[in-house]
């Protein structure tokens, strides 16, 4: 059974630039989430999928998009960069969208803008 | 609206110690109470959860918590710390449309020999 895998695992942007995450969800897992966590903070929610659609969104502004392709692997993207967007973006997958079960995590992706 | 305080961020103790990582939450709706670990350079890890049923919940590693409701509390322990239990320790709650975890800042746990 393959696990959560992201990529890149480091990445340095430059302000106002575009960034692509990649999440390959583990296998036989429908859903997949996406969270932001800041140095020194919690994971904050950015937007789930669910079967190639949006299923929930959190605060985030409107250059925050995704999307999920029909093996359950999925995008985060990231327009005009900003400094504060610099943090560890966390890919988890489950097996259905409800929050009642476990997510299973990737390794994450840390991302730097300068 | 839901909401997770976890007091102390950062939490120190001697190898063969009890670990006590303390976690208080808010909830306009029954509860799912998680505990997440995550260790250097790694994605989080679920350790336990609270659903429903006994309010003792058993998990990996030796850990346990104790879901209080009269006190909102999830506080995570472990009889006796090990050198491998060093690491960030999150507790989290559902959403109230269980679409989301909302998350506590994490507790960062120091083992020392």
């Known amino acids: 059974e393959t696990g959560v895998t992201q990529s890149p695992t480091h990445l340095i942007k430059t302000r106002g630039q575009q960034v692509t995450l990649r999440c390959s969800s583990q296998?036989?897992?429908?859903?997949v989430s996406w969270y932001q966590q800041a140095l020194g903070q919690g994971p904050q929610f950015i937007f789930q999928?669910?079967?190639?659609?949006?299923?929930g969104r959190g605060n985030f502004p409107p250059r925050f998009s995704g999307l999920q392709f029909p093996n359950y692997s999925s995008e985060l993207n990231v327009n005009a960069l900003e400094l504060d967007d610099s943090a560890l973006y966390l890919c988890?997958?489950?097996?259905?969208?409800?929050?009642?079960?476990?997510?299973?995590f990737g390794e994450g992706s840390r991302l730097t803008v300068l | 609206a839901q909401s997770v305080t976890q007091l102390g961020s950062h939490v120190s103790v001697s190898e063969g110690a009890l670990v006590l990582l303390r976690c208080n939450y808010s909830?306009?709706?029954?509860?799912?109470l998680f505990w997440y670990v995550q260790y250097p350079n790694q994605g989080l890890q679920l350790l336990l959860k609270?659903?429903?049923?006994a309010s003792l919940v058993k998990g990996i590693n030796g850990f346990e918590a104790e879901f209080k409701k009269s006190e909102t509390s999830f506080h995570l322990t472990k009889p006796s710390a090990h050198m491998s239990d060093a690491a960030e320790y999150f507790c989290?709650?559902?959403?109230?449309?269980?679409?989301?975890?909302?998350w506590g800042l994490g507790t960062s746990l120091a083992v020392n020999p």
């Open positions: 988890a997958s489950s097996p259905d969208p409800l929050t009642t079960g476990e997510l299973f």
């Open positions: 296998s036989g897992h429908n859903t």
């Open positions: 999928y669910y079967r190639e659609e949006e299923n």
């Open positions: 909830s306009s709706v029954p509860p799912y």
């Open positions: 609270y659903t429903t049923g």
């Open positions: 989290a709650v559902n959403a109230g449309n269980n679409r989301k975890l909302i």
